[in-house]
């Protein structure tokens, strides 16, 4: 992908890029510049090859970059080692059923775990569905994924919570932490917030995202009295637009920290995705029902709660139970 340039024409916004020495430039419709990035990508796509001649390897790099600094294009970097020895020299027509089947299988026979693999070919589906809605491929080959394995959720106590929190040695890394419990967002959605999501006059915590490349869920979420403390307390203190952040810039990753926390706090193995999994726990343990939390999850349907937490809400299966008691075999009758 060619390096683009965002510039100003006739009162709004125009991208151009050079293509074999010469240079192309054409108008947006965007009136922001942020907005103009993203449509910049899309009119380079659009006219900078015919349809229908892309390697997978191609568009995959251009998926990448469309998706910018989003968590996903940092996992694709990884996934795509494993992925584009495999397809990327094939072109998207030239893609069978078998194809993934026989990438499976080498994956497996090479050791890897069915949810890698699952979440490879998800990255390659994800790329052709994007080239196919971009009208750069005439269709989206079918890629087979492998069954998703059941979701490992080890909730975590209310002491080991409080641990990791006191075991955070930077002030940032305590304010991302204490976001996730009391928000149960990604670890992205809280290190891209920005103070202009963050209402401390109506109380709420704006997660969503209207960028059009963010692919997953986020909610609009309650201020409660932990998270507002912490919030209002970094506000005084803030230097930048961005709610977490440290020396003055936004903060890309808090692995380090969060990892050194566990490690003050006594706690091994323990992955950042489970506080997430513990807000879900401990609000289907007080008795919110598991569509309230799908929404304060942000998931896109219920179904995708239900799958990963149900378990953990047997009482709501206690009055079926009920039903296939036999009284007779209480009373010596049967």
Known sequence: MHELTIGRLRGGFAVSWYEN????RYQLEART?????AEGRDKYLEKSKPKGKWLVSQL?????????????????KFTGKAILPHFGALR??????????????????EGRKLGAVHTELGHLRSTMNWAFKRNLIDRSPHIELPPKPDSDV?????????????????PHVRLAVILLLTTGARVGAVLDRTWDKIDFERGVIDL?????????????????????????????????EWVVEFNGKPIKSIRTGYSNALERAGLQGTNIHQIRHTVAVK????????????QYLGHSNIQITQKIY????????????????????HSGTI
């Not at 201020?223 to 912490?230: L, Q, T």
């Open 154 to 170: 080890r909730p975590l106590s209310d002491t080991e919570l409080q641990r990791i929190i006191d075991g955070c040695g930077a």
């Open 92 to 109: 998207p027509d030239q893609i069978t059923d078998q194809d993934s089947k026989d990438y499976l299988k080498s994956r497996i026979k």
């Open 208 to 240: 969503r995202e209207t960028d059009g490349v963010t692919r997953k869920g986020r909610a609009v979420i309650p201020m409660n009295r932990m998270a507002r403390a912490a919030l209002q307390t970094a506000h005084e203190a803030r230097n930048t």
């Open 33 to 37: 510049r942020k907005e103009a990035e």
């Open 310 to 329: 149900a378990r953990f809400m047997p009482e709501h299966l206690a009055d079926a139970a009920e039903i296939l008691n036999l009284d007779g075999v």
């Open 60 to 76: 995959w790099e251009m998926y990448v970059a469309y998706l910018g600094a989003k968590p996903t294009a940092t996992t694709m």
């Open 21 to 24: 020495g010469k240079r192309r």
């Open 283 to 294: 609000m289907l343990a007080a008795g919110q029902p598991i569509e309230r939390v799908s």
